[in-house]
């Protein structure tokens, strides 16, 4: 629910490209547009990410899995540790964040690559 603005966005997303790619994803597209990026993953196993910055800095986590059998699975038996979203539209962020919500890019840190450095499709 942390808003990430603008300015933060580029830099966000290749935070998260930089790690999926150490911790051994394959990382398929980057999509750098300003107001809406996104980066595209896939795992060793078939699994694919996809991590994307909607409307109002919104980020938005998609995980799709490869073919299994289907299994039975029982319902949760804890209740959610935050808001539970199921059945109701997903709120705007609304949590600032002195950092990923600032106005101003992520000052440049020497030896530090800023933003997305993958080419996009």
């Not at 580029?10 to 051994?24: A, H, P």
């Not at 935050?82 to 059945?87: E, H, I, N, R």
């Amino acid at each position: 629910m942390t808003v990430i603005s603008e300015e933060r966005r580029g830099s966000f997303l290749g935070l998260i490209e930089r790690f999926w790619s150490k911790s051994g994803y394959e990382i398929s597209s980057v999509n750098q547009d300003r107001e809406h990026p996104a980066i595209f993953a896939k795992s060793r196993d078939g699994f694919q990410l996809t991590l994307t910055v909607g409307d109002k800095g919104q980020v938005f986590l998609k995980v799709t899995t490869p073919c299994v059998q289907r299994s039975g699975v029982a319902e949760p038996s804890a209740t959610p540790n935050g808001p539970a979203y199921s059945g109701v539209e997903i709120p705007y962020p609304n949590v600032h964040s002195d950092f990923w919500s600032a106005k101003t890019p992520v000052p440049a840190s020497p030896g530090v690559p800023q933003g997305s450095t993958t080419s996009t499709s």
